[in-house]
């Protein structure tokens, strides 16, 4: 049985695509999902892809992932730079979390140079695109290896 990962969006990326495209490219979430799915499949994991513009929706989330889940990829989105409740919930979830931003949120205001994420996360990949979920795919699979 591949190991199960959750890999959680946060608000405004369903809009992926048609939001900013100057900052966050052109690729739809469903592109995204497509593209690590397939990953996934080459990586023998299962991923569980979820997006929400709800803050209390992904802490209910990242409290399923408790026992369920091996292991998290998350981009909360504008809640990384707000959210001391998804901060809380990654911290009562054992497995590894990575923290993945599209854009390099230390090249932007200064508002989103911090993330509460960060606090907890095992790693974090910033600007690389949407390619970064599959570079954060790649370290996961590594990290439930070991
Ligand atoms: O919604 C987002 C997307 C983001 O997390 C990114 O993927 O670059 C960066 C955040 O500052 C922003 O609020």
Redesign the pocket.
Known sequence: MPKLVTLLN????NLLGLRQPE??GHETLDDVASKVSDLAEDLGLAVRALQSNHEGQLVDWIQAARGTSAGIII????Y??TSIAILDALNAYDGPVLE??????HK?EAF?HHSYVSHRADGVI??CGTD?YLLALRRMASLLKA
Request: no cysteine; hydrophobic share 30%; proline share 9%.
């Open positions: 946060g608000p405004n990326l900052i966050y981009n909360p989105g504008a990384s730079h993945v931003h599209i854009s390099n949120i932007r989103r910033a600007g970064g």
